[in-house]
């Protein structure tokens, strides 16, 4: 009869994961609900102001293949926490933006560092936490 190995401590635990990917969907996907209202503060269609929904879509879309690259050249968990802590400064862009091209484009910044930190976190969580009892292996 073996002994289980002890648990690996993890630095950075899935719940933690879960907290920063609602994060990360919610800089997404918030901004739905605000279309009407920008539509009316910058005077445009709201389909046109849709397009600050698309704009950072498009930026996850061409980031997103460069992510996991960075990620292994780097460090996993450094690129992560790099990425979310530099997340704040378009989200910061998004919130004070005057113009609805300078939302845009803090939009768009917002999404070429979502997939830094989705695959990151992702690929962090897989290597060094430990599996759950229930996982179907």
């Given amino acids: 009869m073996t002994a289980a190995p ?3 401590p ?3 635990g ?3 994961g879960a907290a ?3 994060l990360l969907l919610m800089n997404v996907y918030a901004p739905q609900a605000l279309l009407p209202l920008l539509a009316r503060e910058f005077g445009l269609s709201t389909a046109t102001v849709g397009t600050a929904i698309g704009s950072t879509t498009l ?3 061409l980031a997103s293949p460069v992510a996991g690259l960075l990620a292994d050249a780097f460090g996993r968990r450094r690129v992560m926490l790099w990425a979310f802590a530099l997340l704040l400064l378009p989200c910061l862009g998004a919130v004070y ?3 609805f091209t300078a939302l845009n484009v803090a939009r768009f910044a917002q999404g070429l560092l979502i997939p830094l930190v ?3 976190i992702t690929a962090y969580l897989a290597e ?3 599996p759950v009892p229930w996982a179907v292996t």
């Fill in 6 to 8: 002890p648990p690996v």
């Fill in 10 to 12: 993890a630095r950075f």
């Fill in 14 to 16: 899935p719940l933690a």
């Fill in 20 to 22: 920063i990917g609602t």
């Fill in 59 to 61: 930026a996850i879309a």
């Fill in 97 to 99: 933006a005057s113009s």
């Fill in 118 to 120: 989705s695959v990151a």
């Fill in 128 to 130: 060094e936490t430990p």
